[in-house]
Nanobody
């Protein structure tokens, strides 16, 4: 059974940083494209960042230059380093594994950016 477990969310002041982690079961992070999504109250779910099986990365326009996605195969973990956080980054952040129409989701972790 595939499991994705996010951690690292919390309350941070504007301009601060957080690092989210997505711990995955098995070898899924090297076989699937791994993604971070976020959803704020009353808004559509938004793709934040992707790291493909080949290691290519892509970012949503709202986070380019501030967020970095990475993968540690040995620890079976995908990270999202978030810097220069803004109040509009407040959302539930979820980890996703996707391949050929097959996908899995984590439970999500809340990130709140507020002074």
């Amino acid at each position: 059974q595939v499991q994705l477990v996010e951690s690292g969310g919390g309350l941070v002041q504007p301009g601060g940083s957080l690092r989210l982690s997505c711990a995955a079961s098995g070898s899924i992070i090297v076989r699937y494209d791994m993604k971070w999504y976020r959803q704020a109250p009353g808004k559509e779910r938004e793709l934040v960042a992707t790291i493909t099986t080949s290691g290519r990365t892509n970012y949503g326009d709202a986070v380019k230059g501030r967020f970095t996605i990475s993968r540690d195969n040995a620890w079976r973990t995908v990270y999202l380093q978030m810097n220069s956080l803004k109040p509009e980054d407040t959302a539930v952040y979820s980890c996703n594994a996707a391949r050929n129409g097959d996908e899995y989701w984590g439970q999500g972790t809340q990130v709140t950016v507020s002074s």
